[in-house]
């Protein structure tokens, strides 16, 4: 694992290019782990590029080999009882889906748990070779819960049924034909061009109200049931199962459930 970052380089990098704000996770030592520093920093590039007049939509991307890893589990580990760390998914997650601009996820990496979430809150999402996607939780004593807020109005029920429980790992073509990403892609890049040309054409308010009809579900998802997953995440984090799969996931061994 790499060493710990320095506290004065930023985890969230932001470039402009033609209408386009690129904003790269950019914190391999944790495999882009949704740290509190992390996500601050998003909302940060977030607030940056909402109010830049000359950018059309942003860009998701990440360095490393993992386009996030989901929740920073080290950080968690250290916190004493529920926190409200779920509620805070949540608000990332709605931020991204109620973005003004089209947010676009370009994913090269692996994607684990909390990560999906960030993938399926964007409205375009184009996956590389190197990707491979897993719902983790269940190994870990969790559940998929504040993520299921995007994730249910835009997978397919009977793959949501299958890895939710399984945890199994799956690939970008796979990804794509179950919906949590709009293309898999040998060059992802490449694949992209098109999609990021067609949202430079774009007007503001053309973009923004055709995304609005876009995400209207999935914010009703997130006005209806944000409160109860968030309890249910963390009274799940909190509990005694969690911690032993937290522990055994950082301690790299099976959890005593095991067989």
């Not at 999609?195 to 009809?213: C, H, I, N, T, Y």
């Amino acid at each position: 694992m790499n060493a710990t970052p320095n506290p004065d380089e930023p985890l969230v990098r932001t470039t402009r290019t033609g209408g386009i704000a690129t904003l790269t996770l950019d914190s391999p030592h944790n495999r882009n782990a949704l740290s509190r520093r992390l996500v601050a920093e998003l909302y940060e590039a977030l607030a940056a590029a909402e109010t830049d007049d000359a950018v059309r939509a942003v860009v998701l991307t990440h360095t490393g080999g993992t386009f996030c890893a989901g929740a920073d589990l080290a950080e968690a580990g250290r916190a004493e009882g529920p926190t409200d760390a779920p509620l805070g998914l949540a608000r990332l997650l709605r931020t991204l889906v109620a973005f003004p601009k089209p947010v676009v996820a370009r994913v090269a990496g692996h994607v684990r748990a909390g990560g999906t979430g960030l993938v399926a809150a964007c409205d375009i999402a184009v996956a590389g070779p190197g990707a491979s996607f897993a719902f983790t939780e269940a190994r870990l004593g969790l559940a998929p819960a504040v993520i299921s807020l995007p994730l249910l109005p835009r997978v397919d029920p009977r793959a949501v049924g299958r890895y939710f429980l399984t945890g199994e790992r799956f690939d970008a073509p796979e990804a794509a034909r179950i919906g949590l990403v709009t293309a898999a892609a040998q060059d992802v890049d490449e694949a992209l061009q098109p999609v990021l040309d067609g949202l430079r054409r774009g007007s503001p308010q053309g973009l923004a109200e055709s995304k609005r009809l876009a995400t209207a579900e999935v914010l009703r998802a997130f006005d209806r049931d944000t409160d109860s997953l968030a309890e249910l995440s963390a009274r799940l984090f909190a509990s005694d199962e969690a911690r032993e799969g937290m522990t055994a996931f950082l301690e790299r061994r099976d959890p005593g459930w095991v067989h």
